[in-house]
Each structure stands twice: as C-alpha cells, then as structure tokens.
C-alpha cells in the first residue's frame, strides 16, 4: 500500500509541474484609427506572446519602434508624438485565459475564449477583458482577438489640430500562430 501511494504522489507532483507552453516572436499587432479626415493604420509583426495552456496565462511584448506605417511622417509622429517611444519603448499585456479549460489541445477546431488582463501602454496600466478565438491545428494554436483602445485611457493627448485625423476609440488586432515551446 505505501508502495502504491508513493507511486501516486510522484505522479501528482509530475503532474502538477507540467507545464505546456506556447510561443511566438512574430505575432501581429495592427491598429486602425479610422477618423473624418484620415485613416492610420501602424502594423507590427514581431510581437511576442507566450501562453501557459496549464494555467492560462498569457503574455504578449511589443516594441512601438516597430510599428510601421504607410508614411515616414505618420511612423515618426506615432513614436515622437503619440507613444513617446523612447520615454516608453513597449506596450505590453499580462494575463489570464478565463476559460482555458474549454480548450481541448489534443482535438483540432475554433474554441471562443475571454481574456482578462492588465494592457500597459505610454506609461498607463488598465485592465481589459477581451473576447478571442483559438484555432487549434496540428499541435498549433492560431489566436486572433480585436478589441478597442481610447488613447486618452492611457494619457495619450491628441493635440486639438488632429482631433479630425485621429479617433477616439482605435481598433487593435491581434494574431499570433503559437508553436510548443520545446525544453
């Protein structure tokens, strides 16, 4: 019987360690501000996000540098102006797959998820929740989830002359193909 037991605390504990995690380093983050006199559009594919199927948890790190725009003006008044890329480099989320559970890895198809987490951004810190899509194929996880953002939620002032360029409320997509990250 203690032989037994033993046996099955050693498999508990393994268990227990596991971790299945999952990664990328070319996510795509775009934003699309569609306002009455111009729509911007800022695309960055090196975007990494990494995701404990274990547990859920989910981060994703961009660098505002590497957004880029149809435009130079547009990329340098994005990073002068608007994010102030060199006082604050990155934009970063950190959180939590609330129904990771109802994802089945073992079993291909398109699985509905809320994500609840903190979005830093230019110095600001708000939490979010979001409705995402996980496409499970061949070991893969294709995530995708767009949402909306209000730059003045995150201390970014758009000055009075650009009121018609710039909307108040940006759509951000974002998708990242995530392969097991091998130990």
Not at 7 to 26: E, H, N, P, R, W
Request: charged letters at 25%; glycine letters at 8%; one cysteine or more.
């Amino acid at each position: 019987m203690k032989k037994i037991l033993a046996i099955a605390t050693l498999v508990i504990a393994a268990q227990s360690g596991f971790t299945q995690k999952y990664f990328t380093k070319d996510g795509t983050i775009r934003f699309f501000s569609d306002a009455k006199m111009e729509k911007i559009e800022g695309i960055n594919n090196k975007a990494t996000c990494v995701l404990d199927a274990s547990t859920g948890a989910i981060e994703w790190s961009v660098l505002n540098l590497g957004f880029v725009f149809e435009s130079a003006f547009m990329q340098e008044h994005f990073n002068e102006t608007y994010m102030e890329s060199p006082k604050f480099p990155k934009a970063n989320f950190k959180g939590q797959v609330e129904n990771m559970a109802s994802v089945n890895l073992k079993k291909d198809g398109t699985y509905k998820v809320k994500v609840t987490g903190d979005l830093s951004m230019h110095g600001v810190t708000k939490r979010i929740t979001v409705d995402a899509s996980f496409v499970v194929s061949g070991g893969k996880i294709n995530a995708d989830s767009k949402f909306f953002v209000k730059p003045s939620d995150y201390g970014i002032v758009i000055p009075g002359d650009k009121a018609d360029s710039i909307s108040n409320n940006i759509e951000v997509t974002v998708k990242a193909n995530l392969s097991e990250l091998k130990k």
